[in-house]
Structure formats: C-alpha cells, structure tokens
C-alpha cells in the first residue's frame, strides 16, 4: 500500500509565496515521474510541472518562471515552490507519482491542497 500525504496549502495575497509538499510513504522500490496538478472551480484539472527521475522539469506555460518543482529522493518527496502568485493560481493542488512498488507499477495521487489567492 502506497500513500500520498500533501501539505502546505493556504490563504496567500496576490505576489506571495506558498511552498507545497507531497510525501509517499509505503512499499516503495523507486519514484519514476512526480507531478503536480491543479483543478480550478468550474475548470478541468491540468498538469502544473513534472520532474523525472533524473530530475528534468517541465511546466505549464502559466506558470514557468514563478513555481519551480523539486524532489528528495530520500525522502520521496516532491515539493512545489511558488512564488508571485496570482488570484489565478487559486485552485486545489494534487501531487501524482509514478511508483515502482515490490510488486507493481502504480500511479498514485494525493488528496489535494487548497490554495487561494486573494486580497
């Protein structure tokens, strides 16, 4: 069994900073991709930024630039540094990992965390 346990979400004002952590535990051989998403109220959910296993990054347009994407591998951690944020980026954030168990392949996701920005 595999877990994603999220935390860091909050009340932020426009061009503050938020710092967003996603921790796995359980029967883990290895991490391939982590990711982040966001769901906006009304809006589809879409992928924020990715890092590998070898600890290339990619983001969304709308956000290179302001959030960058890490990982600790010892801890099997992955975090999301964001900074200027903007009413925009108000969503649910939800960490997603690509997990080599003992046994299997799993992709596995969090719960999601709250950030709203706002004055």
């Known amino acids: 069994q595999v877990q994603l346990v999220e935390s860091g979400g909050g009340l932020v004002q426009p061009g503050g900073s938020l710092r967003l952590s996603c921790a796995a535990s359980?029967?883990?051989?290895?991490?391939?991709?982590m990711d982040w998403y966001r769901q906006a109220p009304g809006k589809e959910r879409e992928l924020v930024a990715r890092?590998?296993?070898?600890?290339?990054?990619n983001y969304a347009d709308s956000v290179k630039g302001r959030f960058t994407i890490s990982r600790d591998n010892y801890k099997n951690t992955v975090y999301l540094q964001m900074n200027s944020l903007k009413p925009e980026d108000t969503a649910l954030y939800y960490c997603k990992m690509a997990v080599w168990t003992t046994t299997v392949y799993l992709t596995i996701w969090g719960q999601g965390t709250l950030v709203t920005v706002s004055s």
């Open positions: 359980g029967s883990i051989s290895s991490i391939n991709t």
């Open positions: 890092i590998t296993s070898g600890g290339d990054t």
